[in-house]
């Protein structure tokens, strides 16, 4: 397994959409391998493709005792928000308070192209919507409102 470089703020593939995987062979398990290896390494509990220059719609997660991975996903979220911070670690530095959903289903295939269905609350579903947004080339400072937003602005700067 490696541990991939991790793209940051002002890398292209973050802000370019991903596109949809269509081939589910050997590569696909050693880069998702790899990304699991990385996740790990950063100490993060998400990644998304694009994260480490794969401009491909498939992510990781590892948090509490669910963990695993998604290609291909699309995600419904609830009505009630959920409050609390957010960092990543494409976007170094400190983290916002950052609007989310409380709850989250995923929805797509596994590297085998068996069907995969998530649920979660609070920072599960934080981390779907985190890690889906990364896939549609948003980053989390993109969700921040107010002087919020114009604080991160500048500190990116």
Same mark, same amino acid.
């Given at each position: 397994?490696?541990?991939?470089r991790? #793209?940051?703020?002002?890398?292209?593939v973050? #802000?370019t959409?991903?596109?949809?995987?269509t081939? @589910?062979d &050997? *590569?696909?398990r050693?880069? $998702?391998?790899?990304? %699991? /290896?990385?996740?790990?390494a950063?100490? =993060?509990v998400?990644?998304? +493709?694009?994260?480490v =220059?794969?401009?491909l719609?498939i %992510?990781?997660?590892?948090?509490?005792?669910? *963990? !695993?991975?998604? $290609?291909n996903? *699309? $995600?419904?979220? =609830?009505? /009630?928000?959920? &409050? =609390?911070?957010? !960092?990543?670690? *494409?976007v170094?530095?400190?983290g916002?308070?950052?609007?989310?959903?409380d709850?989250a $289903?995923?929805?797509?295939?596994d590297m085998?192209?068996?069907?995969?269905? #998530? /649920? !979660?609350? !609070?920072?599960? +579903?934080r981390? @779907?919507?985190?890690e889906t947004?990364?896939?549609?080339g948003?980053? @989390?400072?993109?969700?921040? /409102?107010? &002087?919020? #937003?114009?604080?991160?602005?500048r500190?990116?700067?």
């Open positions: 397994m490696t541990i991939l991790i #793209r940051t703020q002002g890398d292209p973050l #802000r959409p991903a596109l949809t995987v081939d @589910f &050997e *590569s696909l050693t880069l $998702i391998s790899d990304m %699991f /290896e990385t996740m790990y950063v100490k =993060g998400g990644l998304a +493709a694009p994260q =220059g794969v401009g719609q %992510f990781t997660w590892d948090i509490g005792d669910d *963990s !695993g991975h998604v $290609i996903p *699309s $995600i419904e979220v =609830g009505d /009630e928000p959920q &409050e =609390g911070g957010e !960092g990543c670690l *494409s170094p530095g400190p916002y308070d950052t609007p989310r959903r709850y $289903i995923i929805t797509g295939v085998n192209g068996d069907p995969v269905r #998530r /649920e !979660g609350t !609070g920072l599960l +579903a981390c @779907f919507q985190h947004d990364h896939l549609h948003t980053l @989390f400072v993109d969700r921040l /409102e107010g &002087e919020v #937003r114009k604080e991160a602005m500190a990116m700067r």
